[in-house]
């Protein structure tokens, strides 16, 4: 089996947030997906796990953190800059926070953020390793 992620949530909304991942490219796998917990596909290898706050702590008993908080910044990568333009743009259309972070620009790698409807700290980037030289890959 090859090695996958699958990033746990806890969100405040269930209906509201699987459909603010949808909106942003994120497919909804049924098979795990119930009234306290949808699973949410980016690739064969990235899944997103969102949880109601009562699911959330059957796993742990740990505090769930403030939405104005940031435990973890989770990145994915986009095909290009526009990609990463558009996804944060969706992010805000549909109610969560665009570019809470400045946009980063470095030639080789172009960044821009956003945060969900709970507060989770997404960063969205391309980049060009080519764009690096050898010396530096």
Known sequence: MSKMIFVNLPVTDLTASVGFYQALGFT????????????????????????????????TTRPIPASNSSEV???????????????VAIAGAQGGTADVNPLQDLGF??????????GHLWEVFWMDPAALGSDQQ
């Not at 790698?109 to 956003?114: I, T």
């Open 109 to 118: 790698m172009y960044s821009r953020s956003a945060l969900d409807l709970d």
């Open 28 to 59: 909804q796998n049924m098979q795990f997906s119930d009234d306290t917990a949808a699973c949410m596909v980016w690739s064969d290898s990235i899944l997103v796990m969102l949880l109601t706050h009562a699911k959330w702590q059957t796993f």
């Open 73 to 87: 910044m989770l990145a994915l990568n986009a095909d290009s800059k526009d990609a990463v333009d558009q996804f």
